[in-house]
Nanobody, 126 residues
Framework: QLQLVESGGGLVQAGGSLRLSCAAS????????MGWFRQAPGKEREFVAA????????YTADSVKGRFTISRNNDKNTVYLLMNSLKPEDTAVYYC???????????????????WGQGTQVTVSS
């Protein structure tokens, strides 16, 4: 079981960069695959990026591919989302999520994750 706390959200201008962090509690962080999702006003929560337990396998959604990078540091129990070339349409609440899995398959649906953070607001101005 995990507790997840996101940080790093805020206001940034279009074309800028922002790095989100998700700190996890517990000593078994390396047993969990991690993902980032986002939800804009009036829209359903959508997949952004995910990373397997070791960090050796990653996947990003087409909408952010080439701009966003997910990474993790198991020694620090932390997963990151580096967001470059931000666009106004990236504005949303970003959520960190985790599910217990020690393989290499990437899960892209919300129902596949067991634990969720509280979310952090990212606002991109024109």
């Amino acid at each position: 079981q995990l507790q997840l706390v996101e940080s790093g959200g805020g206001l940034v201008q279009a074309g800028g960069s922002l790095r989100l962090s998700c700190a996890a509690s517990g000593r078994t962080f390396s047993s969990y695959a991690m993902g980032w999702f986002r939800q804009a006003p009036g829209k359903e929560r959508e997949f952004v990026a995910a990373i397997n337990w070791s960090g050796g396998t990653t996947y990003t959604a087409d909408s952010v591919k080439g701009r966003f990078t997910i990474s993790r540091n198991n020694d620090k129990n932390t997963v990151y989302l580096l967001m470059n070339s931000l666009k106004p349409e990236d504005t949303a609440v970003y959520y960190c999520a985790a599910h217990f899995y020690q393989g290499y398959t990437i899960v892209v649906v919300t129902t596949g994750y067991d634990y969720w953070g509280q979310g952090t607001q990212v606002t991109v101005s024109s």
